[in-house]
């Protein structure tokens, strides 16, 4: 799901235009999972999916979004709630998408099985060439088609607005 991650923050964004803070938290979730790739594809030997790093463990989110809601209960910032529910909500929407494909350790801590609902062989030698010719890519094609326009849509009704520091859509 390498465009659907970006087509579905894209798809969210638009949503939520009308509060630009969470509509840009919502579409940093939605990708944000897999800024690991850059360390499996120059830093890795990539023995191992990148599936199974930190980034993709359902059991490291929910910890992090516990200690940010209790710290955020405790010093008593509303505010945080909002942004924590919808990242959050981007973050778990990035995993479902990926547990049909590429394999989530949902059980994990307890289990080192990887849910996932189709197996893509990566057999034409390049993983991105494999994932695109697989059948399961289009079930990404609507929401990429679906993402293309909500964002065309947006720049020609809107178009392009100068402010002091260049163009900016507004």
């Known amino acids: 799901m390498v465009a659907g991650h970006l087509a579905v923050g894209l798809i969210g964004h638009d949503r939520m235009k ?3 803070g969470l509509a840009n938290v919502f579409l940093l979730g939605s990708i944000l999972p897999d800024f690991d790739m850059a360390w499996w594809l120059w830093l890795s030997d990539r023995q191992v999916s990148h599936h199974t ?10 910890t992090l979004f516990a200690i940010a809601l209790a710290f955020g209960a405790c010093a008593g910032l509303k505010s945080m709630l909002r942004p924590l529910l919808v990242f959050g909500a981007a973050i778990l929407a990035h ?3 990926d547990t049909h494909v590429g394999g989530i350790l949902w059980a994990y801590p307890f289990s080192d099985h990887k849910f996932c609902l189709f197996a893509v062989p990566n057999d034409n030698g ?4 494999s994932a695109i010719l697989h ?3 289009l079930i990404e094609v609507p929401l990429i088609l679906i993402a293309a326009y909500v964002t065309l849509r947006r720049l020609f009704s809107i178009g392009f607005r100068r402010n002091s520091i260049g163009y900016n859509f507004q």
Do not use: D
């Open 18 to 20: 009308e509060n630009w």
């Open 126 to 129: 390049h993983f991105l060439v």
């Open 53 to 62: 790093y930190w980034t993709h463990l359902p059991a490291f989110w929910l």
């Open 135 to 137: 059948w399961t890519f």
């Open 95 to 97: 995993l479902i998408m």
